[in-house]
């Protein structure tokens, strides 16, 4: 069954602004991962939170994450033409499965 | 230098015959993963082995059987093939099973029908 929901599916924006994607998921979890993936492409890992962690940076990545509305949400700053790509939330409980939401697609245009 | 590794990259082929796809990961990871993305990218796990061990085998037809020589390798083999099969696959590694690892996927392989 499909744990994370992201919102909003798609996302166009300009150069040099911040994306904001959002992940909520059902089940208690052990962390929260977030992967990109660029079109005809394998997914990227690009920062995983644990559920004991409230925010995480990454360069231009920050991510946070709140257990008790079980959302967390992913922030992209100064955006590039080349963050273009869908972007996955994943899930991690007991026994290490990965579940994936539906992903956002985020578009930067020059 | 290629971290994780799948052939083909794409396959064509028509109903009903069996294909099999490779992966190969050369980071020592004792675990890997086979996923399916569907055309509205939802990707989904499909097995997991650990060290060789099947560990995870979600509700897959069993026309689906992943073989694992070896730690380093994980290949799917599929039976009797149908339309709904068209997909792309992704092989994937981690360090461990259980523990807050991220997963490192292969290029993935689209696999279509006919």
């Known amino acids: 069954s499909q744990q994370g929901e992201e919102d909003p599916q798609a996302l166009s924006i300009q150069e040099g602004e911040n994306a904001t994607m959002n992940c909520s998921y059902k089940?208690?979890?052990?962390?929260l991962q977030w992967y990109r993936q660029n079109s005809g492409r394998g997914l990227v890992h690009l920062i995983l939170?644990?559920?004991?962690?409230r925010e995480k940076h990454s360069g231009r990545l920050r991510v946070t994450l709140d257990t008790s509305k079980k959302s967390s949400s992913l922030l992209i700053t100064a955006s590039r033409a080349a963050d273009t790509a869908s972007y996955f939330c994943?899930?991690?409980?007991?026994?290490?499965?990965?579940?994936f939401g539906q992903g956002t697609e985020l578009s930067v245009k020059p | 230098d290629t971290a994780v590794s799948q052939t083909p990259k794409y396959l064509v082929t028509q109903m009903g015959n069996d294909k099999s796809i490779k992966c190969e990961q050369n980071?020592?990871?004792?675990?890997m993963y086979w996923y399916k993305q569907d055309s509205k990218k939802f990707l989904k796990i499909m097995f997991s082995?650990?060290?060789?061990?099947?560990?995870i085998n979600e509700t897959v037809p069993n026309r689906f059987s992943p073989k694992s020589p070896d730690k380093a390798h994980l290949n799917l083999h599929i039976n009797s093939l149908e339309l709904g099969d068209s997909a792309v696959y992704f092989c994937?590694?981690?360090?461990?099973?259980?523990?807050?690892?991220?997963?490192?996927f292969g290029p993935g392989t689209r696999l279509t029908v006919t």
């Open positions: 994937a590694s981690s360090q461990f099973a259980t523990e807050s690892y991220e997963q490192y």
């Open positions: 994943a899930t991690q409980s007991q026994g290490g499965k990965l579940i």
């Open positions: 082995y650990n060290n060789k061990e099947l560990i």
């Open positions: 939170i644990r559920s004991n962690e």
């Open positions: 980071l020592g990871h004792d675990t």
């Open positions: 089940t208690s979890i052990n962390n």
